[in-house]
């Protein structure tokens, strides 16, 4: 099944993404770093767009002792090399966020198990850690879009997992019970 099939499914069918714990670990692995990718997209925009913005953010500085206009001198500087910072920045950005995606889903997977248990689907953590994977995609999509439009949750983080348990939950009870 194409990846872009697989993300329409996860955002709106539990039962697809029940279904979806059959697939390959490779393809789930691909999926999720191109769910993150495309989360990354509106997040670098916002992060170019304040960086090249108008307004002289270093005045913001002088509070902490810092000169403005050294500030601007050591900038001029950097002219030459910001594409390739640029660069270095959203990599370690999106290399960060695919691990906290990873990190979580493998935890996820782990307290899914006695989820699993208590509702007689029998799930082996390999089933488990799929299935987490594409339970992350309605709040990574929804995170995102909340963070383009600058709406700040507190507690956005917490908030973000315990989404991703409940749609797990709800996956696994959509898995049909061993006879």
Same mark, same amino acid.
């Given at each position: 099944?194409?990846?872009? &099939?697989?993300?329409?499914?996860?955002?709106?069918?539990?039962?697809? &993404?029940?279904?979806?714990?059959?697939? *390959?670990?490779?393809?789930? =692995?691909?999926?999720?770093?191109?769910? +993150?990718? !495309?989360?990354?997209?509106?997040? $670098?925009? !916002?992060? !170019?767009? /304040?960086?090249?913005? @108008?307004?002289?953010?270093?005045?913001?500085?002088?509070? $902490? *002792?810092?000169?403005?206009?050294?500030?601007?001198?050591?900038?001029?500087?950097?002219? *030459?090399?910001?594409?390739?910072i &640029?660069?270095?920045?959203?990599?370690?950005?999106?290399?960060?966020? /695919? *691990?906290?995606l $990873?990190?979580?889903?493998?935890?996820?997977?782990?307290?899914? =198990?006695?989820?699993? @248990?208590?509702l007689?689907?029998?799930? /082996?953590?390999?089933?488990?850690?799929? !299935? /987490?994977?594409?339970?992350?995609?309605?709040?990574?999509?929804?995170? +995102?879009?909340?963070?383009?439009v600058?709406?700040? =949750?507190?507690?956005? $983080?917490?908030?973000?997992?315990?989404?991703?348990?409940?749609?797990?939950? =709800?996956?696994? +009870?959509?898995?049909?019970?061993? @006879?």
């Amino acid at each position: 099944m194409k990846l872009h &099939i697989r993300f329409a499914k996860s955002l709106w069918s539990f039962k697809s &993404i029940a279904s979806f714990r059959f697939l *390959g670990v490779g393809s789930t =692995i691909m999926y999720v770093l191109l769910l +993150t990718l !495309l989360c990354m997209i509106p997040v $670098f925009s !916002l992060f !170019l767009a /304040s960086l090249l913005s @108008k307004n002289n953010p270093l005045n913001n500085f002088e509070s $902490f *002792g810092l000169n403005p206009d050294q500030m601007q001198n050591f900038a001029s500087t950097l002219d *030459g090399i910001f594409p390739i910072i &640029i660069a270095v920045i959203y990599v370690v950005m999106y290399v960060l966020f /695919s *691990g906290i995606l $990873f990190s979580g889903a493998s935890i996820l997977a782990v307290l899914a =198990i006695p989820v699993a @248990k208590l509702l007689k689907r029998r799930q /082996s953590y390999r089933h488990l850690w799929v !299935l /987490s994977c594409y339970s992350i995609t309605i709040p990574s999509i929804l995170l +995102t879009a909340l963070f383009f439009v600058n709406v700040h =949750i507190p507690y956005s $983080f917490l908030w973000f997992w315990m989404l991703a348990f409940l749609i797990c939950v =709800i996956s696994i +009870t959509k898995i049909p019970r061993k @006879k």
